[in-house]
């Protein structure tokens, strides 16, 4: 978003064969690299709950018969028994999918992209050989209901399947009222029926609680592994997220930078109308200040980034005559501005210091004018020739860091 470059290919680069927004191709064709979050840890959690809701779907029906059978044949403890064994298996599935799930994240979170590779399930894949895993890709889309750099559809997936769940008990219990109106109306068959109804009422119960036990369940698990995930993404992921972390600082910085000098420029100009005045030669020097730090932190920034990329496995697949363009785009040319608008001021300021330099010589030849002794408009405009003298210094000062690092960064910017 804060990138200020190109956001079509250069002639003669590839173009990359993926439906990309064009703020990811901005980024690639700025910067030479992108990282996409593809599957976050919100998604993982959300996809096992589907899965659940979609296991609940296919045997509630089963489920419910079989405990209900067990009730009529062997009474509450057979009906206890094949339902306790039933949400038995469920919770240890959910704790398979709950494992599987989470460590499939440590694959499907980061996606690197540069301007001739992408990079996931830890290799690097030429966009030419794209094609060779549209099958494995296709498959991750499906397990996850996201295509590749599109929207995800998980939650759709997980509201339509819970609804799916609520039709079925309906349904059952639409059923078996319609049963139960064809039966018989003797004593013992009513007996059967209130017998039956009860453990009906139990089972959806039962199954309400399932529900809700296996989304806490879900919440445990998924919160366990998600922490150990972190840690494990820090350590194999470290690399690709630091990179993109100095690629956002850099930016940041890089906007920063414009900022303080539209800042700067408006403090110049109000201060040449009002004589200089002591507020706003404060707030240039603040200004100033802070274009030194942004300068100092880009520089090392940039140092840092340029580093680790030369050592990491992305260095054969990253264009580095690309991000010295957008390094000078960012950083070197916006301290360029600022150092120009610092030389040209102090100019003006040098020019003003010798204007009240000639106004002081005329006073101090002939202090009387017009018969008024003109010690007090000497001591003003000494006061404000000292001021501006102290302000002139403080361009220079700064001037000069600001002008160290540009040789740095543009030296730095050609290896």
């Known amino acids: 978003m804060l990138t200020r470059t190109k956001t079509l290919p250069e002639e003669g680069t590839q173009e990359?064969?993926?439906?990309?927004?064009?703020?990811?191709?901005?980024?690639?064709?700025?910067?030479g690299f992108y990282l996409y979050k593809w599957i976050s840890s919100e998604e993982i959690k959300t996809s096992i709950q589907r899965d659940y809701l979609n296991l609940l779907s296919?045997?509630?029906?089963?489920?419910?018969?079989?405990?209900?059978?067990?009730?009529?044949?062997?009474?509450?403890?057979?009906?206890?028994?094949?339902?306790?064994?039933?949400?038995?298996?469920?919770?240890?599935y959910i704790f398979f999918l709950t494992v599987r799930r989470s460590l499939l994240l440590t694959n499907t979170a980061n996606v690197v992209l540069t301007d001739t590779a992408i990079s996931?399930?830890?290799?690097?894949?030429?966009?030419?050989?794209?094609?060779?895993?549209?099958?494995?890709?296709?498959?991750?889309?499906?397990?996850?209901?996201?295509?590749?750099?599109?929207?995800?559809?998980?939650?759709?997936?997980?509201?339509?399947?819970?609804?799916?769940?609520?039709?079925?008990?309906?349904?059952?219990?639409?059923?078996?009222?319609?049963?139960?109106?064809?039966?018989?109306?003797?004593?013992?068959?009513?007996?059967?029926?209130?017998?039956v109804i009860l453990l009906g009422i139990i089972y959806t119960l039962s199954l309400i609680a399932v529900y809700i036990g296996g989304l806490f369940f879900i919440w445990i698990f998924s919160l366990g592994f998600m922490i150990v995930n972190r840690i494990f993404l820090r350590m194999?992921?470290?690399t690709v997220q630091r990179i993109h972390d100095l690629f956002t600082d850099i930016d940041i910085a890089s906007w920063q930078l414009r900022e303080t000098n539209r800042d700067l420029s408006d403090f110049f100009t109000d201060a040449r109308e009002n004589e200089w005045k002591d507020a706003l030669l404060t707030k240039i020097q603040d200004g100033i200040k802070s274009v030194n730090q942004l300068a100092k932190t880009s520089l090392d920034d940039?140092?840092?980034?340029?580093?680790?990329?030369?050592?990491?496995?992305?260095?054969?697949?990253f264009n580095f005559d690309t991000y010295s363009g957008w390094i000078r785009t960012q950083i070197i040319l916006p301290l360029r501005d600022i150092r120009d608008l610092l030389l040209q001021n102090h100019l003006l300021i040098t020019k003003t210091i010798d204007e009240l330099q000639a106004q002081i010589d005329m006073i101090e030849k002939n202090p009387w004018v017009g018969g008024v002794y003109e010690t007090s408009s000497l001591s003003a405009l000494e006061a404000q020739k000292m001021r501006l003298e102290m302000q002139r210094q403080t361009l220079e000062k700064h001037g000069d860091q600001i002008e160290a690092y540009l040789t740095q960064l543009e030296v730095g910017n050609k290896k």
Do not use: C
């Not at 990359?16 to 910067?31: D, G, N, Q, R, V």
């Not at 403890?77 to 038995?88: K, M």
């Not at 140092?303 to 697949?317: F, G, T």
């Open 58 to 92: 296919y045997l509630s029906l089963w489920i419910g018969g079989f405990s209900i059978l067990a009730g009529v044949l062997g009474g509450f403890l057979g009906f206890f028994l094949v339902l306790g064994f039933s949400i038995l298996l469920i919770f240890f």
């Open 302 to 317: 940039s140092q840092k980034l340029r580093k680790i990329l030369m050592n990491s496995e992305y260095r054969d697949i």
């Open 236 to 238: 194999i992921g470290h």
């Open 120 to 195: 996931f399930w830890g290799e690097i894949i030429p966009y030419t050989e794209l094609p060779k895993y549209r099958e494995k890709i296709g498959k991750w889309e499906k397990e996850f209901d996201e295509p590749l750099f599109q929207p995800s559809h998980i939650q759709d997936s997980k509201n339509r399947l819970f609804q799916k769940v609520v039709e079925t008990i309906q349904a059952w219990w639409a059923r078996g009222f319609q049963l139960m109106g064809r039966g018989s109306h003797s004593r013992n068959s009513s007996n059967a029926m209130l017998f």
């Open 16 to 31: 990359i064969p993926l439906p990309l927004s064009e703020e990811a191709k901005t980024e690639i064709y700025a910067k």
